[in-house]
């Protein structure tokens, strides 16, 4: 590419069925019906509730191995019912003190994390690792697509 030239959009032609149909705008012809791995639902950016996000937090309240599981089975469902996926857990800024700057919390085996400012962070988490540290969000959100999805103290998600 030259220095005059930029980047190019690929803008493909809607489908054939949808489009000639009256009364469909052309973004909702192209629309697929189910979303292709990768599309954000629209869902995810809703706001959680103060009881989902009391219960992430109790997550790394030192709860015993039997509570963390039952806890982390009801954030699931919360997740799946309310807005149709359930991320692989959350990145949180830590408040037990040095060396401990943030943690990992994960809902699959409901494994808690401390790390240190040094110690490196596994991925897909390490991407959310400076937006925790910034101490302006309560949580997290890491899903397995790499979609990252920082929550407010008052629940509201940011839209990447």
């Known amino acids: 590419m030259g220095n005059t030239e ?3 959009r690929i803008v493909r032609p809607a489908q054939q069925g949808l489009a000639a149909q009256p009364g469909l705008g052309a973004q909702r012809a192209s629309a697929p019906a189910n979303p292709a791995p990768g599309v954000v639902r629209r869902e995810l950016y809703t706001p959680r509730s103060r009881k989902l996000m009391d219960a992430v937090g109790r997550l ?3 709860l015993d191995e039997q509570a963390c599981r039952s806890l982390a089975d ?3 469902e919360q997740y799946t019912t309310a807005y149709g996926s359930v991320p692989l857990g959350y990145v949180a800024r830590c408040h037990l003190g040095p060396p401990y700057v ?7 085996g409901v494994i808690v994390r401390h790390f240190s400012a040094a110690e490196p962070m596994p991925e897909p988490f390490s991407a ?3 937006l925790a540290r910034s101490g302006g969000y309560a949580y997290i959100e890491v899903y397995d697509d790499g979609l990252i999805l920082p929550v407010l103290d008052d629940g509201t ?3 990447p």
């Open 6 to 8: 930029r980047p190019r």
């Open 60 to 62: 790394d309240a030192g």
């Open 74 to 76: 009801w954030l699931r």
């Open 102 to 108: 943030d943690h990992q919390l994960s809902l699959l």
């Open 128 to 130: 959310a690792r400076m």
């Open 157 to 159: 998600v940011v839209r």
